[in-house]
């Protein structure tokens, strides 16, 4: 097909019936892209025959992506992850390169060729892995953050790998790398900064003063793709130009306004990138040696796999999040696709290696979803064949249910005993339930998540179940079978953060608490009456924080799933408290002959 119409209806058509079949199996939507591109490209049906047009228009999506990564680097957020971007996400890379760059090295492969392959195998797929924690609602989770702090590591290492790949030749098969080149690039990317700053920012406010959508839209396009032809005539790479970019504006009041206009330019972009590449794919290499190809990507997964649960573990990650992160991450990467294509350009090394790559790459972000199913499917069988003993409940007629007896339950079951309201109490930590039954507690072991479990307990004629179960994922499931199974129950749970009382605000959990909130305010009014405010006003300006925090919370959970909009309340939140708390608009002393408030 030569009409541009009609190659637009194929990719969009081609789209619309796998990526949805793709989602609702649990693959996710870059498997269902990479899928239509084989389908339709020059190794399928061969309704699009010119893969490698469709690559250079798709590359957009890369550049756009890194120019959105760049707007949400922003100093102060690198800093606060400095220990798991630099400590986890730079063992995993180092890792994974050296041992990959070894095997390499094994086979007879030079050493530069060896190298890149080591670190390109490295790299996971950023959209490939946020996309799944996103979908499978485990972003905001240990393991989570710990995988994205490994993907952000993987990105800001593959922006200089991209800048300084076009530098290396093949000259009488030894590659040299210019060092003029080198100085070249650092001073433009000098340049760059400085024109972002003194350039691009004032352009931007001139621009949105218009209060023109559709040409602050165009405007952002035209920053992002300008930036990137500048750097592309000059022989460095256009990504790299524009992650510069984005993070030079990532600190600017209109960032969330440029995040909003490019995002869905960089969806669709993105969506053609991994068509392209699936065109790229060989079915003839896969057919041709079916047991090599798939043999070699499946042991790439578990070797990768390895690596990174092995890095997690260094890192004092629990086996289970480590495992967890494993599975999520140890796909192959889009920007291995990149560096290939690159590679492959510049002649350092056979073309046959590259595509053979290229295939394992792809076959591993098609497969990693089913080893993770796998991997899941297996815990479960171990769980069932090596459950453990849990305690026999009997019984037992409690008001009240308290699941999870740490820190916070313990406190809890205290107060409680001193009142002489019956309760039980249950924990799933053998080790934690033995210490508390030295001092007299009485505490069984078991499941709080499991119906049976809190049958045996007394569910059925309790009053009210508090929840304080510290894993955020078995406490939302165990509201949300409370609420199920046993809804005349007055669940009091305790969250962890916010993101955690979205989840139970979700299931209509009536009495939900911030773990650290009470202690935190209180501890800063002892602080504010040590240097010297009044403690009545203290009390008064405590009580109202607590008030306004309450209302922002409700406010931010009604918009929680709009981040543009989110954050446009959690700034006006900021505002209004600075506003509330100020002694203007308090407006509360002590009067100085009676200790009676005056507001």
Not at 207 to 233: C, D, G, K, P, W
Not at 476 to 503: C, Q, S, T
Request: charged share 20%; proline share 3%; hydrophobic share 50%.
């Amino acid at each position: 097909m030569n009409n541009f119409i009609e190659q637009v209806l194929v990719f969009i058509g081609s789209s619309l019936i796998l990526v949805p079949i793709f989602r609702w199996l649990r693959f996710g939507s870059v498997l269902g892209y990479l899928m239509a591109g084989i389908i339709v490209g020059p190794h399928g049906f061969k309704l699009i025959h010119d893969s490698e047009s469709v690559m250079h228009f798709a590359e957009l999506g890369v550049i756009l992506l890194l120019f959105l990564i760049g707007l949400e680097i922003q100093p102060r957020k690198l800093w606060s992850m400095r220990r798991h971007l630099v400590g986890l996400g730079g063992l995993q890379v180092l890792i994974c390169s050296v041992v990959f760059a070894a095997v390499g090295l094994t086979l007879g492969l030079p050493a530069l060729t060896a190298g890149l392959i080591g670190f390109a195998l490295s790299l996971s797929s950023t959209a490939y892995a946020v996309q799944t924690l996103v979908e499978r609602n485990q972003f905001n989770t240990e393991f989570g953050r710990s995988s994205f702090a490994i993907l952000l590591m993987q990105d800001l290492l593959a922006i200089p790998a991209l800048a300084i790949i076009p530098f290396f030749q093949d000259t009488n098969a030894e590659k040299s790398f210019s060092l003029q080149g080198s100085l070249i690039a650092i001073g433009v990317i000098l340049l760059l900064i400085l024109g972002s700053r003194l350039l691009i920012r004032p352009l931007i406010r001139i621009i949105a003063a218009t209060r023109a959508r559709e040409i602050f839209t165009a405007a952002a396009l035209f920053i992002v793709l300008s930036v990137a032809a500048i750097m592309q005539n000059i022989g460095l790479s256009a990504a790299l130009g524009t992650f510069i970019a984005g993070v030079v504006l990532a600190d600017s009041e209109y960032r969330h306004e440029l995040e909003a206009n490019l995002e869905p330019f960089k969806n669709l972009l993105m969506g053609l990138f991994f068509i392209a590449v699936g065109m790229g794919v060989s079915l003839e290499l896969i057919l041709s040696r079916p047991v090599f190809v798939f043999g070699l990507a499946i042991a790439y997964l578990i070797l990768k796999a390895a690596l990174i649960y092995f890095s997690g573990r260094v890192f004092k990650l629990s086996h289970e999040n480590s495992k967890r992160m494993a599975m999520t991450i140890s796909q192959g990467g889009e920007f291995a696709f990149v560096i290939f294509g690159m590679a492959a350009q510049l002649n350092l090394g056979s073309s046959g290696i590259w595509a053979l790559l290229t295939a394992v790459i792809t076959l591993s972000m098609a497969l990693n979803p089913v080893m993770g199913m796998i991997s899941d499917w297996l815990t479960q069988k171990l769980k069932k064949t090596s459950e453990p003993s849990y305690d026999e409940i009997k019984d037992e007629t409690p008001d009240v249910i308290i699941a999870g007896v740490g820190r916070f339950g313990q406190i809890i079951g205290r107060i409680l005993r001193a009142q002489n309201i019956p309760f039980v109490a249950i924990d799933h930590d053998s080790e934690h339930i033995e210490l508390l039954r030295k001092f007299g507690n009485k505490v069984y072991f078991g499941d709080a998540s499991r119906k049976e479990l809190l049958e045996s307990a007394g569910a059925r004629t309790a009053k009210y179940f508090i929840l304080c179960i510290d894993d955020v994922d078995t406490s939302v499931l165990a509201a949300k079978m409370i609420r199920e199974e046993f809804p005349h129950l007055k669940i009091f749970a305790r969250a962890r953060n916010r993101g955690h009382v979205f989840d139970l605000m979700d299931l209509k959990v009536p009495f939900i608490k911030r773990e650290v909130i009470d202690s935190s305010v209180y501890f800063a009014g002892d602080l504010l009456v040590e240097m010297g405010m009044d403690k009545n006003k203290v009390d008064i300006l405590i009580e109202k924080f607590k008030t306004h925090d309450q209302i922002m919370m409700e406010e931010q959970f009604k918009v929680r799933d709009d981040d543009k909009r989110l954050v446009s309340v959690s700034r006006q939140g900021v505002d209004q408290l600075s506003k509330v708390l100020s002694e203007d608009q308090t407006q509360s002393f002590i009067s100085a002959d009676s200790n009676q408030r005056i507001l």
